[in-house]
């Protein structure tokens, strides 16, 4: 697959780490996350709703998502962690393709969702990548999952192939 990305870049995000405030008044904080937070994010992911999972990831049991967490917590990845009061709310990650541009990974817990929490991980996330020199991040998303696209969008992700049942989107960070 070849993607097409954005000619410009989308501009400046905020890097970790740092604290926001949640709609619900709860803190979060934003930083990036190594295998320190590893038991943090398995229980978040056994916590995950089904109806959240998407395109089989997360993985659903504990000894699956311990395998995937091996293969995004590594050093070729780039990951930021939202946590409240210690527990892990979302994770956002990139992972390289063989084209030397990087998948876009985000998770909110059903209990964060529409509260904020997405567009500050996603835009620390990009920040994290803008700091590690990331150039391209894209991401596909079911045509259906009207909330990510709008997060999305939101946060400069520009459409660039829309003909099957999942969307796929692209944004250009320098």
Known sequence: MTTEFPDEPAGEFPAPPRTVTDREGREIELRVAGEADRERLVEMYLDFDPADRAQGIPPVKEH???????????????????????????????????????????????????????????????????????????????????PAIALYRKTGFETQNAESFEIEMSIRLA
């Open 64 to 146: 699956a998502i311990e395998r995937w967490l091996d293969t995004i917590l590594s050093d070729e990845c780039v990951n930021v962690v939202a946590l409240h009061d210690g527990v892990a709310a979302g994770h956002a990650t990139f992972v390289p393709d063989e084209e030397g541009d990087y998948e876009l990974a985000i998770f909110v817990l059903q209990a964060f969702q529409g509260t904020g929490i997405g567009t500050a991980l996603l835009e620390t996330l990009l920040g994290q990548g803008q700091a590690e020199g990331i150039e391209k991040v894209w991401l596909t998303v079911e045509r259906w999952n009207d």
